[in-house]
């Protein structure tokens, strides 16, 4: 099992609280990015085009702390940036252990072998390292000969220290069907927990927008990966998402499943867009107009988005909404393989050649920036 029976319960017991109470808009997952500075310059992500006072600005343990709080939301992904850059993230993690949240700390592992003494292992600590496919895909995608081979020895490192490990891959246009598929052959050679899996998000200030994937490709894409799967494959998804990025489900945006807190606040409606900020966590589900998001409200830039923060959160909700999601999560769970003969016939067919992503910048140029 991918996920630990203590998690699940503890996720599953706090939905169906939130439905016994009747509350349509409750969060799942609190996003809380305490920096926006990263040693990596990824085409796919604008984070670090931030200028350099707001690269050097960071959430203190306290806001991090007040923000959860506030939410409420049982499980905390802390992404950034790269969050093993704050000094204090032990003080962070540390905190939110002490408050039973189940973390996932979102890191790129250049920095994890020199930081891991930090931490300590635990039920509710795992290290969801950043790796976009075999070494010459992920290499490509985040701009840096040699970060899959880092990020891999990190790997070793922290399993053999007892600490829970998953990868997170964002699939753009242009992968390889079959190189994925042989990348999770790989993960679970290496002793993972579980996958992560999205599409490439049309994030607004990522300098390469070339690459992010439609909706038709995107399904085809995942049809092509995630049907006739083998056994030992695990992933840390819910089943109907990942039904849902093979083309067999649809769903509604779930904005407010995963919010995101930063150092500017709460983000309006979530991390892939920026319409403003919200001062309290209230305030953020109160008055903003979620009606305008999402594939249905006709919003241009939601238009293609299947990104998990928006519809894992609807998957989660049709488990526990419904018999019938309740049935299929189960279905889905016990039988994975998922057999489609036209999906392996997808995985012949030629893969059409990606553009060079763009090089925004190199990661020393970053790092000088900030620490100017």
């Known amino acids: ?58 959430l203190t343990p306290e806001e991090c702390f007040r923000a959860v709080d506030e939410c409420g939301a049982p499980v905390v992904s802390i992404p950034g940036g790269e969050p093993l850059m704050h000094p204090e993230i032990d003080k962070i993690v540390e905190g939110l252990v002490a408050r039973k949240k189940y973390i996932y700390l979102c890191t790129n592992a250049l920095l994890l072998k020199e930081k891991i003494h930090l931490f300590k292992p635990t039920k509710y600590l795992t290290f969801s390292v950043h790796l976009d496919g075999q070494k010459e895909h992920h290499d490509f995608a985040v701009c840096r000969e040699g ?65 992010f994937l439609g909706r038709a490709r995107t399904r085809r894409l995942f049809r092509a990966i995630l049907s006739n799967r083998e056994k ?4 840390n998804l819910s089943p109907l998402f990942m039904e849902f990025l093979m083309g067999k ?52 830039h ?16 049709d488990t526990f909404g419904s018999i019938g999601g309740f049935v299929a999560t189960v279905k889905g769970t016990l039988f994975t393989r998922y057999r489609d003969e036209g999906a392996l016939r997808l995985l012949d067919e030629p893969v059409e050649p990606a553009h060079s992503l763009v090089q925004i910048a190199t990661p020393t140029e970053s790092l000088e920036e900030t620490r100017a």
């Open 147 to 211: 970060g899959y081979e880092i990020a891999v020895d990190a790997i070793r490192e922290a399993l053999n220290r007892g600490f829970r490990v998953t990868t997170n891959t964002t699939l753009f246009d242009g992968a390889d069907p079959k190189s994925v598929r042989a990348f999770f052959d790989d993960m679970m050679e290496l002793g993972i927990e579980g996958m992560m899996l999205s599409p490439g998000y049309s994030y607004e200030k990522a300098p390469d927008q070339q690459h």
């Open 249 to 300: 489900r649809h769903y509604a945006c779930t904005a407010w499943g995963m919010p995101t807190y930063n150092i500017f606040g709460w983000q309006k409606p979530c991390y892939l867009l920026q319409d403003g900020y919200a001062d309290t966590f209230d305030e953020l589900i109160r008055e903003t107009a979620w009606e305008s998001y999402g594939t249905e409200s006709g919003n241009p």
């Open 232 to 235: 030992n494959w695990r992933f």
């Open 1 to 58: 099992m991918s996920v630990p029976v203590s998690q699940m319960w503890t996720v599953a017991s706090y939905v169906i609280r939130q439905k016994l109470a009747r509350r349509k808009q409750y969060p799942l997952v609190l996003m809380l990015e305490p920096l926006f500075r990263c040693n990596l310059a990824c085409a796919g992500c604008g984070k670090i085009q931030y200028p350099a006072h707001v690269l050097k600005r960071q």
């Open 302 to 317: 939601c238009a293609n988005c299947m990104v998990h923060s928006g519809y894992e959160a609807s998957a989660v909700n």
